[in-house]
């Protein structure tokens, strides 16, 4: 299986609504990230976990928490977001190594599309 | 600082004619490089990669790349698209040592019929 799987595919949601993204993969990666990306933009790298840990935050505001509650499941539970916030955000996987490009070598989801009204 | 630039934002070429998508990267070190490719309100897929070794990397759906080191380039061909290559092309480096990708801004190609 090689494949990185998003839901809800689409996500509408107010400014004081508390909502969840889930991400899973079944690949036996230990590196799992989150990232944003705008229209006609390349993506931003939010969040990454190594092992089920938090190793990278690119200061990300705190209304975004990420969650990975094992080894294929991450969670990105958002609370009251800004209109600004819309975007597609997209799950990626990969394997962790010490040398070589491996690590940089992910695999994405097809992402949620975010709207926050 | 790494950083990946992509010329070009928008390439139409004909269904059957060559492409060829030019990336230019500043990294340090041997870089890590890939091309990803990404259709209307889709997610990213591998395209191919780069990591050492063979300079000219062979890739899924007819794709190729090369490698220069001279140049600090890693351009895309293919000899023949199709329609259905007309998509979002993000070249990207790998940076440091948690999986970091740094994407260019994108070229965005158009095929006619």
């Known amino acids: 299986d090689t494949e990185v799987t998003q839901t809800p595919k689409h996500l509408v949601m107010g400014m004081t609504n508390k909502k969840s993204l889930k991400c899973e993969q079944h690949?036996?990666?230990?590196?799992m990230y989150w990232y944003k990306q705008k229209a006609k933009k390349p993506p931003e790298l939010m969040f990454v976990?190594?092992?089920?840990?938090?190793?990278i935050n690119e200061s990300v505001p705190s209304r975004f928490s990420p969650e990975c509650p094992n080894s294929s499941l991450l969670n990105l539970h958002l609370h009251a977001l800004q209109p600004e916030d819309s975007a597609l955000y997209l799950c990626?996987?990969?394997?962790?190594?010490?040398?070589?490009?491996?690590?940089?070598?992910?695999?994405f989801g097809p992402g949620t599309r975010l709207t926050v009204l | 600082a790494q950083s990946v630039t992509q010329p070009d934002i928008h390439i139409t070429v004909s269904e059957g004619a060559s492409l060829e998508l030019r990336c230019n990267y500043s990294y340090g070190a041997t870089p890590y490089l890939f091309w990803y490719v990404q259709s209307p309100g889709q997610g990213l897929q591998l395209l191919l990669k780069?990591?050492?070794?063979?300079?000219l990397v062979q890739g899924i759906k007819g794709f190729e790349a090369e490698f220069k080191r001279s140049q600090s380039s890693f351009n895309l061909r293919k000899p023949s698209v199709h329609w259905s290559d007309a998509a979002e092309y993000f070249c990207a480096v790998g940076r440091g040592s948690q999986g970091n990708l740094i994407f260019g801004k994108g070229t965005k190609l158009s095929v006619k019929p």
């Open positions: 780069y990591f050492s070794g063979d300079t």
């Open positions: 990626a996987s990969s394997q962790v190594q010490l040398a070589g490009g491996g690590r940089h070598e992910q695999f």
């Open positions: 976990y190594s092992y089920e840990k938090l190793s």
């Open positions: 690949m036996g990666h230990r590196a």
